[in-house]
């Protein structure tokens, strides 16, 4: 049997913190992706890591991210995207 493939790419900007996400890829297309974010203190050390969150895969999101290939990211004090 296939198991799943993930793919992680980890954005960094400035030291101050990073964007990663997990996308099961394969024979049948994702039904969700993966994503949490990395705080880093002044000496690119760990000091927090944000709850994992699920964004849902429906047809519709898979053809606008395939075709913008663009993901936002908004900060709340609250840790809630």
């Known amino acids: 049997p296939n198991k799943p493939v993930r793919y992680s790419y980890t954005r960094q900007a400035r030291g101050s913190w990073s964007l990663n996400w997990l996308v099961p890829i394969g024979h049948e297309k994702p039904s969700n992706i993966k994503v949490f974010i990395h705080e880093l203190n002044a000496g690119n050390q760990l000091s ?14 898979l053809a606008k991210l395939a075709r913008d ?10 840790n809630e995207m």
């Open 48 to 61: 927090h890591m944000s709850p994992i969150y699920t964004i849902e895969m429906g047809d519709e999101l």
């Open 69 to 78: 290939a663009t993901f936002f990211v908004r900060a709340h004090e609250s």
